[in-house]
């Protein structure tokens, strides 16, 4: 598996349409369903089961739930030396949970 790989993994879902909770590619999915389904693509089964979300989880709960999740199965980098091929968390505002994820094409552009 390489950096090329995961982008050329995740290139491949652009234009699938937005759907909440799905994981299908050119069907649909959202942007943790995006990175589920490069995850399959690229290194086989899920490593857990993604929970029931609604749209405004993260407000709801108060909880770093994606980040936890991303800390079980990825390494972090600094902001700094992020590449392509790596899995970004965003959030909003800087005490806001993060809620979204995407996958660096480049050092300026994503999938999301």
């Known amino acids: 598996m390489t950096r090329a ?7 491949r879902w652009r234009g699938t349409p937005y759907v909440h909770q799905a994981s299908l590619i050119h069907v649909g999915c959202d942007c943790l369903g995006l990175v589920r389904g ?3 693509d690229i290194i086989g089964d899920e490593p857990e089961s993604a929970p029931a979300y609604t749209p405004d ?3 709801a709960l108060s909880a770093e739930t994606l980040l936890d999740a991303a800390h079980r199965h990825f390494r972090v ?3 700094s030396d992020f590449r ?3 899995v970004l968390l965003l959030r909003f505002r800087e005490h806001f949970p993060a809620k979204h994820l995407g996958v660096a094409t480049s050092t300026t ?3 999301h």
């Open 109 to 111: 552009h994503m999938i």
């Open 84 to 86: 392509e091929g790596d």
């Open 77 to 79: 980098v600094a902001l």
């Open 38 to 40: 490069v995850w399959r």
């Open 57 to 59: 989880w993260a407000e």
């Open 5 to 11: 790989d995961i982008v050329e993994a995740a290139r």
